[in-house]
């Protein structure tokens, strides 16, 4: 019996509005993913059921992604187009290349591999969301839609800005081609990487709202020392609350697991290029190197823009994480007051508080690649190893032109 793709009824809903649900919002993620050979997946009837598989154009798709990918790389690392004065400086713009395609090839193996775990990714967001409109906390689904469309209007605008500048510059169609989907692989990276930690980040939000209305202070919690305990229905609540919560966790391992990978191939590929062009600044400051063939628009774009990258990526990180720690907070002072609770009932609600605290010490809904999280942390290693790097790499310049030297 063949089995009917759901396509048409995912697609169908990409111009439908008012969005209901996470599922009338995937197709432009879809889309993003399958033209980049990243979502080489096709859903099956029945989008919500959560099971995928894999047709042909799907395998055709990755297979062109990945030809052109290691056709690119190839080219890039044997391209002697690009001329520096400095040979540290045209091994570094040849291990940036490098290192851009790898990145893509590996992201692109591995969204091959666990390519069906995406569909589980987005049945867990729903399963949380319909958690949250139980507590009062209705995602909008239609703003969601609109925001994601901006931000990967305005990535791909960039993106078409730094080409444009790089296309002014004299240089050849071919290595034109190359740096344009190099750049198109490491936005689409981004674009995955962004909406993985903003999905995660929206519903920790909410659910530390929902957890702060539901058991409110009176007053300013610093200063006043009673509680209120509205009735015992918030047992229930709590329970509700926990319950998101862990969805939550499980909703964050799930984007860890099948979205890790990519955000680590947008960090790699940026820290890169960011390492050696502020290795080729201290260049210009020995003049080593002209001013000239540092600073001009399409390198200085390229930074702002992979800076940006770097940052917004633990930006997001950090913010999932304090998320936590409010809601540790807040179940603190709870604890801290339960002298002030009246209710015959408060006690119970204290031990279920309890409980709820130790959930919050022993899981953490971050998102990280199994090796580092992401978060400030990221920012600060990222740091100190391109100091390093920059030294050694000043020591290997200094000892080259001191053998380039002519002997009197």
Same mark, same amino acid.
């Given at each position: 019996?063949?089995?009917?793709?759901?396509?048409?009824?995912?697609?169908?809903?990409?111009?439908? %509005?008012?969005?209901?649900?996470?599922?009338?919002?995937?197709?432009?993620?879809?889309?993003?993913?399958?033209?980049?050979?990243?979502?080489?997946?096709?859903?099956?009837?029945?989008?919500?059921?959560?099971?995928?598989?894999?047709?042909?154009?799907?395998?055709?798709?990755? &297979?062109?992604?990945? #030809?052109?990918?290691?056709?690119?790389?190839?080219?890039?690392?044997?391209?002697?187009?690009?001329?520096?004065?400095?040979?540290?400086?045209?091994?570094?713009?040849?291990?940036?290349?490098?290192?851009?395609?790898?990145?893509?090839?590996?992201?692109?193996?591995?969204?091959?591999?666990?390519?069906?775990?995406?569909?589980?990714?987005?049945?867990?967001?729903?399963?949380?969301?319909?958690?949250?409109? !139980?507590?009062?906390?209705?995602?909008?689904? #239609?703003?969601?839609?609109?925001?994601?469309? *901006?931000?990967?209007?305005?990535?791909?605008?960039?993106?078409? &800005?730094?080409?444009?500048? =790089?296309?002014?510059?004299?240089?050849?169609?071919?290595?034109?081609?190359?740096?344009?989907?190099?750049?198109?692989?490491?936005?689409?990276? /981004?674009?995955?990487?962004?909406?993985?930690?903003?999905?995660? @980040?929206?519903?920790?939000?909410?659910?530390?709202? *929902?957890?702060?209305?539901?058991?409110?202070?009176?007053?300013? !919690?610093?200063?006043?020392?009673?509680?209120? &305990?509205?009735?015992?229905?918030?047992?229930?609540?709590?329970?509700?609350?926990?319950?998101?919560?862990?969805?939550?966790?499980?909703?964050?391992?799930?984007?860890?697991?099948?979205?890790?990978?990519?955000?680590?191939? $947008?960090?790699?590929?940026?820290?890169?290029?960011?390492?050696?062009?502020?290795? !080729?600044?201290?260049?210009?400051?020995?003049?080593?190197?002209? %001013?000239?063939?540092?600073?001009? !628009?399409?390198?200085?774009?390229?930074?702002?823009? +992979?800076?940006?990258?770097?940052?917004?990526?633990? +930006? =997001?990180?950090?913010?999932?994480?304090?998320? &936590?720690?409010?809601?540790?907070?807040?179940?603190?002072?709870?604890?801290?007051?339960?002298?002030? @609770?009246?209710?015959? %009932?408060? $006690? %119970?609600?204290?031990?279920?508080?309890?409980?709820?605290?130790?959930?919050?010490? /022993?899981?953490?809904?971050?998102?990280?690649?199994?090796? +580092?999280?992401?978060?400030?942390?990221?920012?600060? $290693?990222?740091?100190?190893?391109?100091?390093?790097?920059?030294?050694?790499? @000043?020591?290997?310049?200094? *000892?080259?032109?001191?053998?380039?030297?002519?002997?009197?």
């Amino acid at each position: 019996m063949k089995v009917k793709s759901g396509n048409r009824e995912l697609l169908g809903s990409l111009f439908r %509005f008012p969005k209901t649900d996470v599922f009338d919002c995937i197709p432009l993620h879809y889309l993003v993913l399958k033209m980049s050979g990243m979502g080489c997946i096709t859903p099956r009837s029945g989008v919500r059921n959560g099971t995928t598989m894999t047709t042909l154009l799907d395998i055709v798709l990755f &297979v062109v992604h990945l #030809t052109l990918a290691i056709s690119m790389m190839i080219y890039g690392t044997l391209n002697t187009e690009r001329h520096s004065r400095s040979s540290i400086m045209l091994i570094g713009v040849k291990l940036v290349n490098f290192t851009c395609y790898v990145s893509t090839i590996y992201g692109l193996i591995s969204c091959f591999i666990n390519r069906h775990e995406i569909w589980k990714f987005y049945n867990e967001c729903h399963a949380v969301d319909k958690v949250l409109e !139980a507590l009062g906390k209705k995602t909008n689904f #239609t703003q969601s839609f609109f925001v994601f469309l *901006a931000y990967y209007v305005g990535a791909i605008s960039s993106a078409f &800005v730094l080409i444009i500048v =790089l296309r002014r510059e004299d240089m050849s169609w071919m290595l034109l081609i190359n740096i344009t989907y190099s750049y198109f692989c490491l936005i689409t990276f /981004h674009i995955v990487s962004i909406t993985c930690l903003a999905v995660v @980040l929206a519903r920790n939000v909410r659910l530390n709202v *929902a957890f702060r209305e539901q058991f409110a202070f009176d007053g300013d !919690a610093m200063q006043t020392s009673s509680l209120t &305990v509205y009735s015992s229905k918030q047992i229930v609540v709590l329970r509700q609350i926990m319950q998101a919560f862990d969805q939550i966790c499980d909703l964050a391992d799930k984007g860890s697991f099948y979205y890790g990978v990519q955000i680590m191939v $947008s960090v790699a590929g940026s820290f890169v290029f960011l390492l050696f062009y502020t290795f !080729a600044f201290t260049l210009v400051v020995r003049s080593v190197i002209p %001013f000239d063939s540092v600073f001009y !628009a399409g390198p200085l774009l390229s930074y702002v823009l +992979f800076s940006y990258n770097v940052f917004i990526i633990a +930006f =997001l990180g950090n913010a999932l994480k304090q998320q &936590v720690n409010r809601l540790c907070f807040v179940c603190f002072k709870f604890i801290t007051f339960r002298g002030m @609770l009246v209710q015959v %009932f408060a $006690s %119970f609600v204290m031990r279920v508080l309890r409980l709820f605290l130790m959930q919050l010490s /022993h899981r953490s809904p971050i998102i990280t690649c199994g090796l +580092f999280p992401f978060d400030w942390t990221l920012i600060f $290693s990222l740091n100190s190893t391109a100091a390093t790097y920059i030294i050694i790499l @000043l020591q290997f310049e200094s *000892a080259g032109s001191a053998s380039e030297v002519p002997t009197q």
